[in-house]
């Protein structure tokens, strides 16, 4: 799929477009991992909201809709929408999946949040603990929190920064694969799971 570049970086590899519906942390992971690996074949493209306020999908869909418009896109260019299951749930993540299908955007959803997806960066998760995770009501992201704080210690505040977690993305994406069980047949994990894993792959040349 990816293009081997030449010495230049900049348009001879195949460009990932991501926009995430969260603030500024989501954007920088992205952003830290493409420069942590530099993988010559993959261009990273973050695309900030100019309204941080405008977190509905409509209006994260839009800014690559404004991106595809005014830029050209090559043969293996992504696009990608990164978004949370508990935000929006199934009948309103149907409707983004069919129009991210119909606009060929790609989507990848962490469900319940994508905390999940950095907690799996530094252990993984018990199927006890999927079902204990799986039954709570609400605090579904101070739960996650609370666990990240523990393994990185009380000295963090719960305010890590992002470089903390990029050495272990690649454990990440092997627990993420391996909780996916409906990847063939689902636009996102209907169980406890992130497809965050598909463009850390691609970033990291995996």
């Known amino acids: 799929m990816s293009r081997c ?22 954007i920088e992971y992205f952003e830290t991992l493409g420069k942590s690996y ?27 809709d404004k991106y595809k418009k005014e830029n050209k896109k090559k043969k293996g260019d992504e696009y990608w929408l990164v978004i949370d299951f508990d935000r929006w749930g199934t ?3 149907s409707q ?15 469900n319940p949040l994508i905390e999940l997806w950095l907690l799996l ?18 605090d579904k992201k101070q739960y996650f929190k609370k666990e990240i704080k523990k393994i990185l210690g ?11 977690f990029i050495p272990g993305v690649k454990n990440a994406i092997k627990r993420a694969q391996a909780m996916d069980q409906n990847y063939a047949t689902k636009p996102w994990p209907t169980s406890l799971g992130s497809r965050v894993y598909l463009i850390a792959q691609k970033i990291c040349g995996l």
């Open 91 to 93: 009948e309103k993540l």
């Open 38 to 64: 530099r993988n010559t074949r993959i261009q990273v493209k973050t695309l900030k909201r100019e309204e941080v306020s405008h977190s509905a999908p409509k209006h994260v869909i839009g800014e690559l």
């Open 121 to 138: 960066h530094l252990r993984n998760i018990s199927t006890d603990e999927q079902n204990k995770i799986t039954s709570l009501q609400k």
């Open 5 to 26: 570049a030449r010495k230049s970086q900049h348009r001879d590899a195949t460009l990932i477009v991501i926009t995430c519906e969260g603030e500024n942390p989501e």
């Open 96 to 110: 983004i999946a069919r129009l991210c299908n119909q606009k060929q955007y790609n989507l990848a959803v962490s």
């Open 154 to 164: 009380k000295s963090n505040n719960g305010n890590n920064t992002i470089e903390v």
